[in-house]
């Protein structure tokens, strides 16, 4: 498919047109004055309607571009060009104007219901700031830019979504919920791509709302608690097990006790007890026996 691309259109200043228009009326007056005073003479009469039609088709060339606008103009359905540049213009006036806007929008999408990579059913919805920098293949190569916006936007979320898993324990691991600018930059690539077609520019796109589906919310969120719990235990025994040995590689090189396999047996036992226990540990001192 051929794609058409923006280019600037000829155009006029209106100002000046505008004086010609009335230099069309003044001369229309004077051969109508003319005629009147020569017995309706046929070449007056035939002045005065070719300098009114040239009036009324000039009148339709008039139009004023805003700022952040464009006009894209056609001939007789070929693409002439496009104009940006805001003022009172005139441009031919067979051509027929259509606006586009080129202001920054936002397209919110609704709450879409989806699974995730590891096919929890989760809800999720995001923002997208975009807008249009070709007018011309905003216009022709797509039926409607703003609708094709939203339903690309929205395919482009689901398809994230189904690519990551909400959640993840894992530090290098990527998830909707934990790797947030990173998610937002492969959402707006992923939209940008789909969009490209249309002449339109993704400038951010992020997630805005994030959640499990209510049939599992309460189920996941226990899921979620148990393997933080076993994350924290795992890090608690890490640290546990390095410090019982760096202890005994200390009272070793130190020379502060000399301990058998026993007793070293009895020390790793009672210092991960004191260390892995989720309540306080209350030492007991052994002050020696009474009989020898």
Known sequence: MDQ?????TWRVSGFLMFVVELALLALSAYFVYAAVRSNGSATDLVAVVVLLLLFGLFVN????VQPNEARVLTFFGTYVGSLRSPGFWWSNPLTIRKHVLLRIRNFNSDKLKVNDSQGNPIEIAAVVVWRVVDSARAL???ESYETFVAIQSETAIRALATA?????????????????DEIADKLRQEVQNRL???GVEVMEARINHLAYA???AQAMLRRQQAQA???????IVEGAVGMVDMAIKMLADQKVIDLDEERKATMVNNLLVALVSEQEVSPVINTGSLYT
């Open 4 to 8: 058409i691309s923006e280019r600037k």
């Open 61 to 64: 060339g008039f139009y004023v």
């Open 140 to 142: 022709f190569d797509v």
């Open 164 to 180: 990551y898993p909400y959640d993840s324990h894992d530090e290098a691991g990527t998830s909707l919920r934990g790797s947030p």
């Open 196 to 198: 490209q077609v249309a």
């Open 214 to 216: 209510p049939e599992i």
């Open 229 to 235: 719990v076993i994350a924290a235990r795992q890090k």
